[in-house]
């Protein structure tokens, strides 16, 4: 079997790796180097509780962040799900390094036209399109707009200042500037260490294209102010965006779409490295399978994020919903380290109560990771 995998990202890695120690031949296609162009919080957020600790690239684990709507409420992650902040280029480039010592064959300044994917329909008998959104398939199949239906738009800088206070936590300050139409929407302060932070601003856009968002760049200008930071000196800076749900369709003849380009992004806190790297794997599952493994690849992908996902779009309806002063005695009771107050708050907000203890209590099949 030859395999062409798009996009050197944690999906199309995690795919390439998952494909080499089954000893596919792989050919692997990033428009960049592996690890540059990387916009990203750059922390992984194991919202699935399957995956295993990244090795290389690893900073620290997350135990504990800072939750912030009118007050600041500290919100300890060991109770919940594991948090890692991370080097994504150093640990994209040793994935790499892994995959090429496996035998996959990586190809970097590479960018995959729509002619040149017609032609790899030709000459490979499967292709994962990991390139993010929109898609390279999209292009040529003609659904770009899909990923514009309702989608998260972010914009982040790194900052070089003294970050000690916060580190090793991270800090999300819920937002009530944007309209209830642009929810949710938050700051994030990210330290790397305590020299270095990713900040960022993200919100999401429900009517398409043609929306009118709000202008983000000044929006996080304002947050680093108010954070004391306007004086940091500003290391990169960039922005994206991700389609919120996850596409209709993800089978077009022989490629599968993977991560971001088959719109894995959490519709909640915009991550989605956690569900790239699982789409990788069963994608290749699905394509060892033949046909069948590939009209079941949606299927198997929904059933992993079912109870995530009715979470989250309870916890999206509330910010959408509540004002801002009941939203932070929400905030307030959900992070109350009184079992009692978390107890009694489930009892008033009953529609979160059912999602939030599928979300803990429904093991997943944890997959053959390939690191």
């Excluded at 937002?175 to 993200?202: D, H, L, R």
């Excluded at 519709?267 to 046909?291: F, N, T």
């Excluded at 992993?304 to 009771?333: C, G, P, Q, W």
């Excluded at 907000?349 to 053959?368: I, R, S």
Aim: proline share 5%; aromatic share 10%; with cysteine.
């Amino acid at each position: 079997m030859k395999l062409a995998i798009i996009g050197a990202g944690p999906g199309g890695l995690y795919a390439a790796l998952s494909a080499a120690k089954r000893n596919i031949a792989v050919d692997l296609f990033e428009k960049r180097k592996v690890g540059e162009g990387i916009v990203c919080g750059e922390c992984i957020f194991d919202s699935l509780a399957i995956m295993n600790q990244p090795e290389k690239g690893l900073l620290h684990r997350v135990d504990e962040m800072v939750l912030q709507g009118l007050d600041s409420y500290p919100f300890p992650m060991s109770r919940h799900r594991k948090l890692w902040m991370m080097d994504r280029r150093i640990w994209q480039q040793e994935l790499a390094h892994f995959a090429s010592k496996l035998g996959v064959v990586i190809h970097e300044n590479v960018r995959i036209t729509q002619e040149r994917l017609r032609q790899m329909q030709q000459n490979y008998d499967w292709i994962l399109d990991a390139s993010g959104a929109p898609s390279v398939t999209s292009r040529l199949y003609g659904f770009s707009e899909d990923y514009f239906r309702e989608y998260l738009l972010s914009h982040q800088v790194s900052l070089a200042a003294d970050f000690s206070s916060l580190w090793p936590r991270i800090k999300i300050v819920c937002s009530a500037n944007p309209p209830a139409e642009f929810q949710p929407a938050y700051y994030w302060i990210f330290p790397k260490n305590k020299e270095t932070a990713n900040v960022g601003v993200v919100c999401t856009i429900r009517e398409g294209r043609h929306a009118n968002p709000p202008h983000l760049k000044p929006l996080l200008a304002d947050f680093i102010q108010h954070e004391g930071l306007e004086n940091a000196a500003i290391l990169e800076k960039g922005g994206g965006m991700g389609a919120s749900a996850m596409l209709s369709r993800l089978a077009y003849g022989n490629i599968l779409l993977v991560g971001d380009a088959a719109g894995l992004t959490s519709s909640l806190h915009g991550g989605g490295i956690d569900m790239a790297c699982l789409s990788g794997i069963l994608a290749v599952d699905a394509i060892v399978q033949g046909d069948a493994g590939v009209s079941r690849y949606r299927e198997k992908l929904a059933r992993y994020l079912s109870e995530k996902a009715s979470l989250e779009k309870v916890a999206i309806r509330k910010m959408r919903t509540l004002n801002f002063h009941d939203f932070d005695h929400l905030l307030r009771d959900i992070t109350s380290p009184s079992i009692f107050v978390r107890f009694k708050t489930a009892l008033r907000h009953l529609d979160m109560f059912y999602p939030t203890v599928m979300w803990f209590g429904k093991k997943k099949a944890k997959p053959d990771w390939p690191v």
